[in-house]
């Protein structure tokens, strides 16, 4: 299957073959926006008040959320470590003109990551969907570009962690997306062919680390930030959300 020329919803949909099945977190399993786009808005207002100048129409920008305070797929937001988005604030703050001190010090009195347990919104029933991969005899991984604390947090207060078999998280140590690293890690620690492995995620970044692991099925979501016309020549399917898995 080559990408542009996602399969037929009967066939596409189905993860027969399928032993091991990746998931992204923030769009994917979880409201992407409710978690993530009133902390662009937070700390703008918070930069604000340690700097005596607004910037929340630059940070913004440079975080790559429209003013209605959604999340553009290919923004840096979309798919980037906490610890590169906390530099490219300082970055931003530098070149407006405050001194790397000033600026560090800003950047460490606003910065406070979102809530993973009162803003995780989960976008299907979980532990149903996962429940019933494992009952089908396949595994259930997690990859995702947030740090590993909060990734954990929110798995444990979801109450899926027991169902999930692997986790890659952006601050563990290798190439995040879209590289292909992570899906690559996962396969080798839980045993599996990437022949036998299925990607699922919101952000051309997340089908594209697929695609250069060489995983057997892409699935696209439109939960998140991506749209149809981003996905779609990535995607060997493109689904409303995960729950449609359910719906099979």
Do not use: Y
Not at 189 to 208: E, F, H, K, Y
């Amino acid at each position: 299957m080559t990408p542009g020329s996602p399969k037929p919803a009967s066939e596409s949909e189905s993860l027969a073959g399928i032993e091991l099945v990746i998931f992204d977190k923030d769009g994917t399993l979880i409201d992407f926006h409710a978690m993530w786009g009133g902390w662009v808005t937070d700390l703008g207002r918070d930069l604000a008040l340690a700097t005596g100048s607004p910037i929340g129409e630059a940070l913004r920008r440079t975080m790559g959320v429209d003013a209605s305070g959604r999340v553009l797929a290919h923004g840096a937001l979309a798919a980037t470590p906490m610890a590169r988005l906390r530099e490219l604030v300082v970055e931003l703050l530098r070149e407006r003109g405050s001194s790397a001190t000033d600026a560090e010090r800003a950047v460490a009195s606003a910065w406070r990551p979102p809530d993973p347990l009162s803003l995780a919104h989960p976008l299907a029933d979980l532990d149903a969907l996962f429940s019933m991969l494992r009952g089908a005899g396949r595994r259930i991984a997690v990859a995702t570009s947030d740090d590993r604390q909060p990734t954990a947090a929110t798995l444990d207060g979801l109450g899926i962690s027991g169902l999930v078999d692997g986790i890659v998280c952006a601050d563990d140590g290798m190439p995040v997306k879209p590289a292909p690293d992570m899906v690559l890690h996962l396969c080798r620690t839980l045993g599996v062919d990437p022949s036998r492995t299925a990607m699922i995620g919101d952000t051309p970044a997340d089908l594209l680390m697929g695609l250069a692991a060489g995983v057997s099925r892409r699935i696209g979501v439109l939960s998140g930030v991506g749209t149809r016309g981003n996905l779609a020549p990535l995607a060997d399917a493109i689904l409303p959300s995960i729950a449609s898995l359910l719906d099979r």
